[in-house]
């Protein structure tokens, strides 16, 4: 029986001879986790290593420690709005960890807020970097999801008790753009998802204080039989998924990824700051 249920889990697509991807079959016993794909040939295949980048900040970002609730540290990437605010942008990484790339795109995101939102980018494998799939898999596999729930609550800490947060984040991170919205309770203002793996509870997304942005790709793993299982239970929930699947790979959106596309890249990215500009300024 053990073997049968592994089997199940974790065989090739190719393998299956029903109508349900192996993806399927995960989303349905695995709320949110994208660590199950971790030992998945063809997604580890799919992830080629990330184009060099060595990042400078020219809008004042740094690392900083913050407090977790279990009394440990976490590592951020900030950078603070040009005045006082009480408005947050959360940044969640790849499963890569918190690299350069990251941070970049948290400058980015800084930028065209105009500078009035406060931005952290939350390391959430505590110092961890993978520079291929392989070792990138085995850091995702191996998360604490307590821990991960404390990094999380650490920003909020950090950001205060007047925080309005909104959230966003690619792949292993666009799954915890998501969960970051929920634990975020009411100050949660919105949420990104890139190409992340949803949370299938009806009963936590009805604790969502916001609509959700999905941004996904024509892929087998979030595959558009999980988005649309995803947009069934939000309406459940009383909420609302607004989604594109756009015609490109997984990580399509990732300028670090081989396989980066540019042109959809753009128009998500469009997609992505109108929507946050609307829920921060």
């Not at 970097?129 to 085995?138: C, Y």
């Not at 309406?235 to 989604?243: D, I, M, S, V």
Request: glycine share 8%.
């Amino acid at each position: 029986m053990k073997k049968l249920l592994f089997t199940l889990a974790f065989a090739s697509i190719s393998a299956l001879s029903f109508s349900q991807s192996c993806c399927e079959l995960v989303f349905a016993s695995n709320d949110g986790n994208m660590g199950v794909f971790a030992s998945d040939k063809a997604f580890i295949a799919s992830h080629l290593a990330p184009i060099v980048y060595k990042h400078t900040s020219e809008v004042g970002g740094k690392m900083i420690e913050i407090a977790t609730p279990d009394g440990k540290k976490a590592n951020a990437y900030f950078v603070k709005s040009t005045k006082k605010s009480d408005k947050w942008l959360f940044v969640y990484q790849e499963w890569w960890g918190l690299n350069d790339h990251i941070k970049r795109q948290a400058d980015v995101f800084y930028k065209d807020l105009g500078g009035n939102v406060n931005v952290l980018a939350l390391d959430m494998y505590d110092g961890k970097l993978a520079t291929d799939a392989s070792e990138a898999g085995k850091y995702m596999q191996g998360v604490v999801e307590a821990r991960l729930e404390n990094i999380v609550q650490g920003g909020l800490q950090f950001a205060g008790k007047k925080a309005k947060v909104a959230n966003v984040g690619w792949c292993f991170g666009g799954g915890w753009s998501l969960k970051s919205a929920i634990i975020g309770g009411k100050q949660t203002v919105g949420s990104v998802m890139y190409y992340g793996m949803p949370v299938k509870d009806v009963e936590k997304l009805k604790t969502l204080n916001t609509d959700v942005l999905g941004l996904f790709a024509t892929e087998q793993w979030i595959s558009k039989a999980v988005i649309e299982e995803f947009a069934a239970n939000m309406k459940t929930a009383g909420k609302t998924l607004n989604y594109k699947i756009f015609e490109a790979d997984h990580a399509f959106a990732n300028p670090s990824n081989p396989k980066y596309d540019e042109a959809k890249a753009k128009e998500a990215y469009g997609m992505a700051i109108e929507y946050l500009k609307k829920k921060l300024l």
